[in-house]
């Protein structure tokens, strides 16, 4: 059984850190961190510790649905400093978690096509 919300977000931030994934501001008591999932529930993506980031309110929101590597490239042309290999990290694991547990119809057609469009944008990603 997968731990609750608040649990996943506490896992998360100790897993990558004190600062949002996609503009690297640090995470803290005057910028709270969120659950960002990667691959986003609209297109299928788990509520699993495997598939979030911690994540700061502004990116959360104004990313919206769109795809991992359509917001990487967003958050560059606004130079932030994404952490592309956190990314390519929780793509990885969230890809060999669906392969233990199954499932997620939705999610692994998205996911595999980030992991790809990651993987020729930037040679350490592969």
């Known amino acids: 059984m997968q ?8 896992a998360a931030h100790a897993r990558d850190g004190a600062s949002c994934v996609w503009c690297a501001r640090p995470l803290d008591t005057r910028v709270p961190a969120t659950t ?3 691959i986003p529930k609209v297109k299928g993506g788990p509520s699993w510790l495997e598939n979030e980031v911690a994540a700061c ?7 919206g649905h769109r795809g991992v590597v359509d917001w ?3 958050c560059e ?3 932030w400093s994404p952490d592309v ?7 990885d694991a969230l890809a060999a978690a669906i392969d233990v547990r199954g499932g997620q119809r ?3 057609p998205h996911l595999d096509a980030q992991r790809r ?4 944008r930037s040679p350490s990603a592969a």
């Open 36 to 38: 960002d999932h990667v």
């Open 77 to 79: 042309r606004r130079g």
């Open 106 to 108: 939705r999610a692994r």
């Open 117 to 120: 469009r990651l993987a020729k």
């Open 85 to 91: 290999d956190r990314l390519v990290r929780v793509l």
């Open 57 to 63: 309110r502004r990116c959360n929101g104004e990313r």
């Open 72 to 74: 990487l490239e967003e």
């Open 3 to 10: 731990p609750g919300r608040s649990q996943r977000l506490t």
